[in-house]
T-cell receptor
């Protein structure tokens, strides 16, 4: 039982490049989330999903897209990376009561 | 809209000192409350949670929190901190599903 896993762990991008972050959970949770964590700002919700095939915007969705084609996977895409997207990205899944977090992806956009 | 505030940005304590981190929330309905801990370079881990019942909740590693409904507070306490408690602590409010709101975090530094 791995819980929530994220790939990659670290990535460096140039401005304008695209990439996809993968989140996987093996707890059969319906809800999944993508957050970004920036110093002094806590966690901010980017997008979330309440089930396979559904996605919704969170607090800071601009510049990101998501897909939930399979229940266990939640993908976060950056179509054209910007330096403002330099951050640590955390995925989480939930059983409606408690969130469980992945180890994070550190992204640097130059 | 619901919100969570944490009073202290950075707390510095010596080992064996007592700890209390403040958390206040803004929401009029029934809420679930959480404290998460993030050790340096790691992901968030659940310390404890309150859903209902006894307002004094005990979590892992000797932490506890008290829910005071009249004050909209959920403060985290530990009677005697250790160097290994150095971390960032996040208070969060949940209503199930998509409605999880996190506070800005409190950084705790414990001096040996």
């Amino acid at each position: 039982n791995a819980g929530v896993t994220q790939t990659p762990k670290f990535r460096v991008l140039k401005t304008g490049q695209s990439m996809t972050l993968l989140c996987a959970q093996d707890m059969n949770h319906e809800y999944m989330y993508w957050y970004r964590q920036d110093p002094g700002m806590g966690l901010r919700l980017i997008h979330y999903s309440v089930g396979e095939g559904t996605t919704a915007k969170g607090e800071v969705p601009d510049g990101y897209n998501v897909s939930r084609l399979k229940k266990q996977n939640f993908l976060l895409g950056l179509e054209s990376a910007a330096p403002s997207q330099t951050s640590v990205y955390f995925c989480a899944s939930s059983n409606l009561e408690t969130q469980y977090f992945g180890p994070g992806t550190r992204l640097l956009v130059l | 809209a619901q919100s969570v505030s944490q009073h202290n940005h950075h707390v510095i304590l010596s080992e064996a000192a007592s700890l209390e981190l403040g958390c206040n929330y803004s929401y009029g309905g029934t809420v679930n409350l959480f404290w998460y801990v993030q050790y340096p370079g790691q992901h968030l881990q659940l310390l404890l949670k309150y859903f209902s019942g006894d307002p004094l909740v005990k979590g892992i590693k000797g932490f506890e929190a008290e829910f005071i409904k009249s004050k909209f507070s959920f403060n985290l306490r530990k009677p005697s901190v250790q160097w290994s408690d150095t971390a960032e602590y996040f208070c969060a409010l949940g209503q199930g599903g998509q409605n999880f709101v996190f506070g800005p975090g409190t950084r705790l530094s414990v001096l040996p």
